[in-house]
C-alpha cells in the first residue's frame, strides 16, 4: 500500500490560481438568469469549500448582495464555508434509508472516522456528513463517496469501501 | 370586473386583485401578519388564509388573486381554527417577553392574538436561541422574529441595500447579514427603513433615552436640544393624532418639560446649509463653466443614510458630495462654539442632543469627523418614536400642551428649512436661494414651489434657465441648471450608475436615503396609514406656507451670525465648523480592512475597472474602532441600567430597613 498521503489537487494549486479560475467561470455565467447555485457548486468544486472571502468575490462580480449569496449557501446542505476534507462522505437518512439500517452506518462509521457528523478527519481526507434522501430510495441503505453511489451497504462492508480512498 | 362571492354575499371585485384586497374594499378584515400594502406581498405567515370552493387546501389571501365565480369564505370555523393554530406555532418559538419589550401595546403579533381570540397557547417545544446584536444605530434581536421577511424586502427591493437577507434553513432561519455577521461590520447603511416595518420588537432602534436621562439628571452639564424638521409632522400621532398635524408648538413646550435648558430648531441650521451648501455649487458651477477642475454633479450631503452608502458603494465618487456637514451637526458644532463662547460656558459642559426622524444620524454622530478639537458635535441622537416615549415616561399630557416658540438665538428658521424634512425640499430651498443670489430676482415658480421636485416620485428632475444675472454671476448667463432629485437609496443607486458611466446630465443632485425623505425616515412613528407619506408631506408643506420669511438668506439670525462670528459662507471658520470630508469604505469594508483575500477582491475589482488608477490604502484602524464605539455605547447603556437598578434595590432596602425599625420599636 502507499504509505505516501495522496494529494489533493486543491493544494497543489495556489490560491490566486484557483481565484483567477472561478473568476472565468463567473464571467462564463455572468447574467444568465439563477446562475448563483451552478457558479456556487463550481466555486466549492474549484475551492474545496466557499469561505465568506470567496463570497465576496461571487457577489461582487454578480453584482448581488452578499447576504444572498450568503443566504443561498447556507440554505443548502451541500455547500461549505469550513474547509472539507479530500473526499466528503454522505450517509443517506432519508426514510427508505432510515428504516433500513442507515442510522447503524452513521455509528460505525463514526466510530471508523472517530469523528462526528459536519466534521473532518483529522488528516483532512474524509468529511462525514448525512443526507436527506439522494433519490436511491429503492437501493437503501445507500451513501455517497463523492460522486459514487454506494447501495444496500450494510455495515461490515464500510471498512473495505474507505479502504478504496 | 369579476364576480365572485365572500361569505355568501356575490361582489363584483377589480380584476387582478387578491382575495385580501377585494374582501378589503368590501368592508371584510381578513387578519394578517407579514402582509404590508404596497411593500411586501409573500404569504409566509399564512395567517390570511381562507377557504376557497373548490380548493384542496386553504389560500393565502395576500398572494391569491380572485378568479371569475370564486366563492369564498373568510371565517369558516375550519379557517378560524387554522389561524389559531399558527398563531400559537409562531408563539411556540417567541420569547412571549411582551410586558417588558419595546413594542408593548404596539406589536402587530400582540394585536394579531387579540384579533384571533387567543387565550391559550398549547405548544410547547425547542426555542431558537439567539443573541442579540447591537450597532450604534439598530438592534437585532432575532428570538423575537416571526420571519416575516418585511425588513428583508425593504432592505432589498426599496433599499437596495441588500443587507439583510434569510440565512440557514427551517428552524434555523434568521434574518441576518451574510454568515451571521454583526451589523456594524458590513455594509448596512443605518436607514432604519427595516425598524420600521417590523411588526415585533426584533428590529429597533439602539436605546439613547438612558444616556440623554442621565444627561438631564447631571447638575454639572447644560443638556440643550435642537429638532429636526420632519419630527414637527410625524410626533403628534405616537398621541393618537392625524398623521401630518403640525405640532411644533407643542413639541418645544414638551421638550422644555423633560428638562432641556434650551430648545433650539435644526432648521436654523439648515438654513445655514443652504448658504453654505449654494456657495460651494456656485464655486463649481464657476470652475466648471471656466474649465478649472472640479467634480459636477454635486450631491447634497444632509442624509448620514445615503453617506454611508456611498461610502460603502460608490467610494469613488466621493468628491461628488457637498463638503457641509448634516444641518445638525452643524447646530451642534456652533452650540459647542458660537453659543458657548456667548453665554460663557465650556463646551465640555454642554450636552447636544438632537431628536431626528432617523436611525442613522446615531451612527454620524460618532464619527471622528463630527467633532472639533475633541469635543463630539452632538452627543445623542433620540429617534422622533424615542421622544414620544420619553414624553409617555415624563407624564407629559401632550395633546394639551400650550404651544411655545424656540430660543434663540438658534431657533429661528425659515420656510425653505421646513422642507428639508421632504424629498426635494433641499433642492427647492437651495434653488430659492442661488436663483435670487445671482439674478436678483425671485424664483419664477408658483408659490415659489418648484414643481416638478415635489411629490413621492422616485427620480424627480427640473431645468432652469438662467437669464439676465447680476453681474457677480455674469458667467452663469444662459445657462440651464439640471437637478434632479431622489429619495430611496434605490433611486440613489440609480443616478450614481448615470454618473459612474459618465452620463450624468446634472449640476446638482438631492439624496435622502429614505423613501418620500426623512418624513418617512427609519426613527419616525411606524404607521399603518397608507397615505402617511403624503399626509406628513402635506404638513411641512404647509408649515413653510405659513411662515413669513420662506428664504434661508432672509433669516436675520443668519446674517447676524455671519456678521458676527462666521465672516461669510464658505469662509475659513466655517470651513471649520461647518464642513467635512468622508471615508471610503466600499462593499465589504474592504478599505478599512486589510487581510489577502480582500486585496484578491480588490485586484478583481481593479481588473474590472482598469482605467482607474488604485486607491490609497486606509488601515483598518477605524472599523475597529467604530466598533468599539459601538460596543462602548453598548456597555455604557447596561451600566446605566444596571447602576439605576442598583440604586432601586437600595432604596428599597432602606425602606425594609425603616419599616422592621418602626416594627421593631411598636414591638418594644
Known sequence: ?165 | MINITINGKPLSVAKGSTIMEAAKTNHISIPNLCHLEDVHQFGSCRICVVEVKGAKTLQASCITEVREGMVINTHTDKVRKARKVLYELLLSDHTKDCLSCKRNRSCELQELGRTLGIEETRFEGSRSKFYPDSSVSITRDMAKCILCRRCVTVCNDIQGAGVLNAQHRGFNTTISPAMDLPLNSVDCTYCGQCTVVCPVGALKETDSIQKVWSALNDESRRVIVQVAPAVRVALGEEFGLEPGTQVTGKMVAALRGLGFSEVFDTNFAADLTIMEEGTELLNRLEKAIKGDKTTLPMITSCSPGWIKYIEHAYPRFLDNLSTCKSPHTMLGALIKSYYAEKINVNPHDIYVVSVMPCTAKKFEIVREEMQNNGVPNVDAVLTTRELASMIHEAGIDFARLEDEPFDNPLGMSTGAADIFGVTGGVMEAALRTVYELVTGRELPFDGLHVTPIVGLDTVKTAEIKIENPVEAYDYLDGVTVKVAVTSGLKGAGELMEQIEKGESPYHFIEVMGCPGGCITGGGQPRSQDPEVRLKRLRGLYKEDEEKVLRKSHENPFITSIYDEYLEYPGSYKSHELLHTHYVKRGEFNEYLNSDILDNALRDLEKRRASDKPAEPEVSDHRLREEIESARIIALEAENARLKSELEDTLETVNIFKQVIAGGTHKHN
Open chain 1, 1 to 165: 500500500m502507499n504509505s505516501e498521503p495522496a494529494k489533493c489537487e486543491h493544494c497543489t494549486k495556489d490560491q490566486k490560481q484557483k481565484f483567477d479560475e472561478i473568476a472565468n467561470i463567473i464571467d462564463l455565467y455572468k447574467g444568465k438568469e439563477g446562475s448563483l447555485i451552478q457558479i456556487l457548486h463550481l466555486a466549492q468544486e474549484i475551492y474545496g469549500y466557499l469561505p465568506l472571502e470567496l463570497q465576496k468575490i461571487i457577489a461582487h462580480s454578480l453584482n448581488i448582495p452578499l447576504s444572498e449569496v450568503s443566504g443561498v449557501i447556507s440554505f443548502y446542505s451541500f455547500f461549505s464555508t469550513v474547509p472539507r476534507g479530500e473526499h466528503t462522505i454522505r450517509v443517506c437518512l432519508g426514510t427508505a434509508c432510515y428504516v433500513r439500517g442507515g442510522k447503524k452506518l452513521v455509528e460505525r462509521l463514526q466510530e471508523l472516522l472517530k469523528i462526528q457528523i459536519g466534521q473532518t478527519t483529522e488528516n483532512g481526507k474524509f468529511t462525514f456528513e448525512i443526507a436527506r434522501c439522494i433519490g436511491a430510495c429503492g437501493l437503501a441503505p445507500a451513501m455517497m463517496i463523492d460522486d459514487t453511489v454506494y447501495k444496500q451497504v450494510n455495515v461490515n462492508k464500510l471498512e473495505s469501501i474507505l479502504s478504496k480512498y
